[in-house]
């Protein structure tokens, strides 16, 4: 990714992923599925509330064998708010 503006990036998929960002000199967080067991969500209530890290620029999508609802809802809160999706 050529966006010298885009410090730090969060991403859904596999480790290796991750792994290649960082090698590219970007910060680097997963965006992780709640667990299961945990009260169930009200994702719209959810969406309302959450804060998004303004340090994030980007959205990184990768292969994701574990994908869930959750990890689409907070990628688009992002994208909503003028994220870039890579």
Request: net charge negative; charged share 25%; aromatic share 8%.
């Amino acid at each position: 990714m050529n966006r010298p503006d885009v410090k730090k990036v969060q991403y859904i998929g596999h480790e290796s992923l991750a792994e290649e960002l960082e090698a590219h000199g970007l910060i680097v967080e997963p965006i992780e599925s709640k667990q299961s067991g945990e009260q169930e969500l009200n994702y719209l209530d959810y969406l309302d509330d959450m804060e998004l890290d303004p340090f994030v620029g980007a959205i990184v999508c990768g292969n994701d064998t574990a994908i869930t609802h959750h990890k689409y809802c907070v990628a688009s809160k992002y994208l909503q708010n003028g994220r870039l999706w890579v």
